[in-house]
């Protein structure tokens, strides 16, 4: 690290009373360990909102091995940060952490700690402290400072947390406060709205999400230091065996791999497994909705796996971390009875089995928190009770989950479309590789955003998405007709206009078609009965591009009035309208 900061002044630090606008009856400090901890207290601050009697501060205190990403949270917050040194001297009415890193003994007020993860799980010794290895946080050698506790507060989620330090660390018992857990109080809330994060994912109706999870540790997920090297030989296997129009992949990282290793670093590792749909979600500001949007969890002995338990999504292990948790935690119990992810046999199964086979189990809700929907209450009248001021007259609230951007996440890797035409009813199947045992007539669908140049030479139809006033392409008609001009082998060219349409131009073919989603249909015959249970437009209109590409291979032809054809996939039936533009 560089030379620290100079000292703040305002409004804090010599003379300050000359300069603040305000004198505040308390001070708050903030204590960010690194951005893991950081989440946990972001969660926080909202108790303090509309109080013109608190002056909230942060500092880092620096002992972390992750520092990136600190400075771009602090300068979202803008909030006054006072350097690790200042911060020690400056009398303070409250100073809560999320961790225990950094002389916090030596903070002048009243220090209040809570858990960054669910409750206290992972086994980790002070360093210099030899090979002991007690419970980060609920121990003595994490609470106690020259044999006496320095902790005012130690905020709890569950009692079983409070039986496990009595019989570690009694002298911190009467620190301790079940406050409940305002990381899952904040998911509980926004339940209602799954629906939209899923739609921010750009998940379909009919799709199944797939989040893959890792925690920091080299025995997790994204790790090679388990004994084995799960990932990169899993992540084309995912994509080349979930059919993309029946599966969404999306991705959530601690924010020490994503920070430890850097955000550039880890685009890199996952190129081709981004190229391939895998979406990145931003491990600070929207892992939780993510979490809330899947349908399955592929993840490890980390807290985001607990979390979905709890939720009652399913969840695979592919990691287990054993001797790395402390045995009497409920997450440990939790790992040693999940099902587990076998890596070298098939996945599709196996996906198919965790989501249709799952039960969710209350018991891991239970232990997640003792107090579901009151920590906001119960916190704040903690921070309050330690500052000695009164509580605000207002109910105290968390801020809810915002709405992440749109990210339909987008294949740019070749996919290979298996397909069956039964009249107007076309049975589409797309991925990335061709699965053994995979059946139907196959062609080579490519964007035009391909890594390989080369793969447009051989593609059957070749994809582009965008406006449809896009200058720089011409508009569909002129770039679907260039691209047969410039690709002799390519029967079709599709320029995907949005979420429900497309405009498809066929070598042979006079003029140009529209595909759309038919709004008036109900599936017709053969389409099942979980068709008409769905609205039109849950497919992609690349698929509808395969779909009308290999009808017209089988003879099809448009009629004057244009005519609606049956995509089966994406876990229904789905009609489209096909209409020649001239």
């Known amino acids: 690290m560089g ?87 400056t009398p303070l009415d409250l100073a809560i952490s999320a961790s225990f890193g950094g002389e916090l003994e030596l903070i002048q007020g009243k220090l209040s700690i809570l858990s960054h993860g669910v409750g206290y799980t992972k086994k980790l010794g002070k360093p210099g402290a030899g090979s002991r290895e007690p419970t980060f946080g609920l121990s003595s050698e994490w609470l106690l400072a020259g044999g006496r506790r320095f902790v005012d507060g130690l905020v709890l989620s569950h009692p079983e947390q409070l039986e496990r330090l009595a019989r570690v660390c009694a002298e911190a018992t009467p620190a301790a406060v079940l406050a409940g857990d ?88 996952l190129d081709r497994a981004r190229r391939d749909g895998l979406t990145l979600v931003d491990p600070v500001h929207e892992w ?77 809700a239970g232990f997640v928190t003792s107090e579901p929907g009151r920590s906001a209450a119960l916190l704040r009248r903690h921070f309050y009770a330690l500052m000695d001021l009164p509580e605000p007259t207002g109910p105290a609230a968390l801020e809810p989950l915002p709405l992440p951007p749109y990210r339909p996440g987008k294949v740019t890797s070749p996919l290979h479309v298996r397909t069956r035409v039964e009249g107007t009813d076309v049975v589409v199947e797309r991925s990335t590789g061709h699965p053994p045992g995979a059946a139907g007539d196959a062609h080579l669908a490519v964007h035009e955003d391909t890594r390989h140049p080369g793969d447009l030479d051989v593609a059957d139809l070749i994809l582009r998405d965008a406006a449809a006033d896009d200058p720089r392409l011409g508009g569909p008609g002129t770039w679907t007709a260039e691209v047969l001009r410039l690709h002799p082998h390519c029967s079709t060219a599709a320029y995907v206009t949005g ?59 448009v009629p004057e009035r244009g005519i609606v054809l049956r995509l089966h996939g994406a876990g229904g039936v789905h009609p489209f309208r096909v209409e020649a533009e001239g």
């Open 182 to 269: 305002p990381c899952f109080d904040r998911m509980l809330a926004a339940r209602p709205y799954r629906d939209r994060f899923r739609r921010a994912l750009g998940v379909r109706r009919g799709q199944r999400l797939v989040v893959l999870n890792s925690t920091w540790n080299p025995e997790g997920l994204f790790g090679n230091g388990g004994g084995q090297d799960v990932l990169p030989a899993l992540l084309p296997r995912l994509a080349a065996e979930l059919p993309a129009d029946d599966y969404r992949l999306a991705a959530v990282l601690h924010p020490n791999i994503w920070y430890g290793h850097g955000p550039g670093q880890i685009r890199a590792w």
């Open 3 to 89: 030379p620290e900061a100079p000292a703040v002044r305002v409004p804090v630090g010599e003379g300050a009373g000359r300069w603040t606008s305000r004198a505040a009856q308390r001070r708050v400090l903030l204590v960010v360990h690194n951005v893991t901890s950081a989440g946990r207290l972001l969660d926080l601050l909202p108790l303090f909102h509309d109080d013109f009697r608190v002056q909230v501060l942060v500092t880092s205190t620096g002992s972390s091995a992750f520092q990136g990403g600190i400075r771009e949270l602090f300068r979202d917050l803008e909030l006054p940060e006072l350097p690790w040194s200042q911060a020690l001297s």
């Open 499 to 557: 979420p429900h349409a497309c405009v498809v131009r066929s070598r042979g073919r006079r003029g140009t078609f529209r595909l759309t989603a038919d709004t008036g249909a109900d599936g017709g015959a053969g389409a099942g009965a979980g068709a008409r249970d769905r609205a039109p437009g849950d497919a992609d209109p690349a698929a509808y591009a395969s779909a009308f590409h290999v009808w017209l291979a089988y003879g099809g032809t």
């Open 288 to 364: 939780r909705q993510a979490l809330l949007a899947a349908d399955l969890v592929l993840g490890d002995f980390g807290a985001v796996s607990y979390y979905a338990a709890a939720l009652g999504t399913p969840v695979l292990l592919a990691a287990d971390g054993a001797g790395v948790l402390d045995p009497e935690a409920p997450l440990a119990e939790f790992v040693r009875r999940a099902p587990r992810l076998e890596p070298r046999a098939p996945l599709l199964p196996q996906v198919r089995r965790g989501i249709d086979a799952h039960r969710p189990d209350p018991a891991h």
